[in-house]
């Protein structure tokens, strides 16, 4: 990684896939990503790690399947959420949105455990096929 700083508008107009993460540093053993989404994901479940956002730009929402039920979160710009380890969830965005996460090194954007992955989506990676 470099050790000069990051645009972050750069990084996110360096590419135009949607649903796969770019890495744009890492700290530690975790990677900082950038990514663009609109539309749905898929329900999935992260059983090792917590999984951190913060929207750039749009609105983001992320349901979640708890123990007490189900709810979807809104995340407006500026926001920041952590989905805990082990929490069954699918983030989609509406209108679209870009979004940083901190996941560590390695972390597939499909999680550990995860429903039908779309055709366009490779399921190994978890990252647009079209990237």
Known sequence: MSNEPVSLGKALASFDAL????IVTRVNDY???VAK???EHIWHVHDDTDE???VLDGELHISLREPAG???VLLPRGAVFTVPRGTEHKPYAPSGAAILM???TGTLSV???HGEVPDHVDSTTG???DA
């Open 19 to 22: 649903w796969s993460p770019r």
């Open 31 to 33: 990677d900082v990503r």
């Open 37 to 39: 989404v609109e539309g």
């Open 52 to 54: 951190f956002f913060l």
């Open 70 to 72: 189900e709810r979807t």
């Open 102 to 104: 901190f996941e560590p």
């Open 111 to 113: 999680g550990d455990r």
């Open 127 to 129: 990252h647009a096929l």
